[in-house]
C-alpha cells in the first residue's frame, strides 16, 4: 500500500505526504483541522481522484473524532457542515463527493448508537475506502495489462500511478505490474503543463520503480506517435460523465485528438466511484479555474509574462467519448457505446 495518506492508529490525525514537495524532497504533514486538510486538497498536496476520495474519508473520520460534544442533531449538523465544507475545496474530482456522502451515509445509519459507536464506525469506514482502493488498483492493473504487449511505447499525461491512489494506480497500474512481471515497456510522460504532475510525480514514480520512462514536454506528444514509437494511451480521469466523456488533467483531450489522428488507443482508466450517472454528459462536470500565478510565476525565479497580462488557467478538460476507445474499471472494460455500458455496469 501507498503511504501517501494515512489515518493515525488513534484516529486523530491524518497523513499525508505533501505532493507539492516531490520529487526532490519527501515531507509528511499530519492534519489534524478541517482548514488543514481544506488547504491540503485546495493546493494539491494531496491529489489524484481516487486518492482525494480517500483522504476525504480519513479527513471526515478525524474531524468527527474532534468535533465538539453536543446532542447527537447537533453532531450532526456540525458534520454535515464539515463535509460541505471539505467538498467545496475542488469541483471536478467526483471522488470528493462521493467519500464524503459515503461517510455521512456511516454516521446516520449509527445515529442512535452514541458518539463513541459513530466515532468507531467512521474511522473503520475510512479503512474500508482505503483497503477498497488497493483492491480496485490491482484489478484495473490487471485489466489494464491484457491492452498492451511486451515491448510496447505507451504515453501518459499527468500523473495517474501511486501517489494519485494507494497501490499500482490508475494509468500506471498496467506499467508497474507488466514491469513486475517482467515486461518491457518505454513509456513517454507528458511534463503537463503548468503544475508539471507528469515531471514531478509519473516520471519519478516509474524511475523509482525501474520503468523505462521519457520525459517529453506536452507538445512533444504529436511527433512521439508520428514517428511510431507510441501502441497505446493510458490516462487516468477525475470523472466519467454518463455518455463516457471523461475529466482529466487539461491537455487531455489534445492528447487524444492526437491519438485519433495517428491511429492509437485511447485509454482511460478509474475506479467505478469515478463514474458519475448525476452528469449526462461532460458539458455537466464543473471545471476547477486555478491562480493564474500558476502559469506566469509558479516554477520561475522571474515572472514569464507581463503582470497585465490575463490567464485563462482550467485545471481540467473533457475528453469526448468519441475519441476514447475503452475505460477501464475494476468491475471490467466498458467499450462503446458507453451510454450502454456504464448503465450496464450499474444495472
Known amino acids: 500500500m501507498c503511504d501517501n495518506v494515512k489515518l493515525a492508529a488513534d484516529g486523530m490525525s491524518v497523513r499525508i505526504l505533501d505532493q507539492t514537495r516531490l520529487p526532490n524532497d519527501e515531507v509528511y504533514l499530519d492534519l489534524t483541522t478541517a482548514e488543514a486538510c481544506f488547504d491540503a486538497i485546495a493546493r494539491l498536496a494531496v491529489r489524484g481522484a481516487p486518492a482525494i476520495g480517500i483522504f476525504a474519508a480519513a479527513a471526515f473520520a478525524m474531524l468527527a473524532k474532534r468535533a465538539p460534544m453536543g446532542t447527537g442533531e447537533e ?32 454516521l446516520d445509519a449509527h445515529a442512535g448508537e452514541g458518539r463513541p459507536a459513530i466515532e468507531a464506525a467512521l474511522v473503520a469506514e475510512a479503512r474500508a475506502v482505503q483497503d477498497e482502493d488497493v483492491r ?20 501518459t499525461h499527468c500523473n495517474a500511478g501511486p501517489l494519485a491512489t494507494s497501490a499500482y494506480g490508475t494509468a ?10 517482467g515486461m518491457n515497456f518505454h513509456v513517454y510522460a507528458d511534463e503537463t503543463r503548468p503544475l508539471l504532475q ?35 494511451c493510458f490516462v487516468g480521469c477525475d470523472r466519467v460523465a454518463a455518455n463516457g466523456d471523461a475529466a482529466n ?5 489534445g492528447l487524444a485528438i492526437i491519438a485519433r489522428h495517428y491511429g492509437v488507443p485511447f485509454y482511460v482508466m478509474c475506479p467505478s466511484s469515478t463514474l458519475d450517472l448525476d452528469c449526462a454528459t461532460g458539458d455537466d462536470i464543473p471545471i476547477e479555474l486555478r491562480d493564474p500565478d500558476e502559469i506566469k510565476t509558479m516554477f520561475y525565479e522571474r515572472p514569464m509574462a507581463p503582470e497585465s497580462v490575463a490567464c485563462y488557467n482550467p485545471a481540467f478538460d473533457v475528453t469526448d467519448h468519441e475519441l476514447i476507445t475503452a475505460i477501464v474499471t475494476e468491475r471490467g472494460i466498458l467499450r462503446p457505446p458507453f451510454t450502454e455500458s456504464i448503465e450496464a455496469l450499474f444495472a
Open 249 to 253: 488533467k487539461i491537455g487531455t483531450s
Open 198 to 232: 507528469g515531471a514531478r510525480l509519473t516520471s519519478y514514480e516509474l524511475d523509482r520503480a525501474g520503468v523505462d520512462v521519457t520525459l517529453i514536454c506536452d507538445n512533444m506528444a504529436s511527433i512521439v506517435m508520428k514517428q511510431g514509437w507510441v501502441q497505446a
Open 75 to 106: 453532531f450532526r449538523t456540525h458534520m454535515q457542515q464539515t463535509a460541505d465544507y471539505l467538498n467545496a475545496s475542488r469541483p471536478t474530482a467526483v471522488n470528493l463527493s462521493w467519500a464524503l456522502r459515503r461517510m455521512m451515509g456511516v
Open 172 to 181: 500506471l497500474g498496467p506499467m508497474l505490474l507488466g514491469h513486475e512481471r
Open 136 to 155: 480496485t488498483c490491482e484489478r484495473m492493473a490487471e485489466l489494464g495489462l491484457t491492452l498492451i504487449e511486451d515491448g510496447w511505447g505507451l504515453i
